[in-house]
């Protein structure tokens, strides 16, 4: 896992996803954002903090566990 430190690191350049079961509420919600090589993970109310990076099959490997586990 590469951990980086808010804006100034190309996070500004990352496109934010988050769950389309999110709700509206804008209350705990994780953003995703795909870069060449990573996924970028951040807390949707502490946009500033330091945002976790993951290889992208570390993070498949994740979204299938949670998947197939209803996590």
């Not at 769950?19 to 705990?28: A, C, E, I, L, V």
Request: hydrophobic content about 40%; charged content about 20%; glycine content about 12%.
């Amino acid at each position: 896992m590469i951990v980086e430190l808010g804006p100034g690191n190309g996070e500004a350049e990352l496109s934010w996803r988050k769950s389309g079961h999110s709700g509206s509420g804008g209350g705990d919600c994780v953003e995703v954002a795909l870069a060449p090589g990573a996924v970028h993970v951040r807390d949707s109310k502490a946009q500033a903090e330091a945002v976790p990076a993951f290889p992208r099959e570390q993070w498949a490997a994740f979204t299938a566990y949670a998947r197939e586990n209803a996590v």
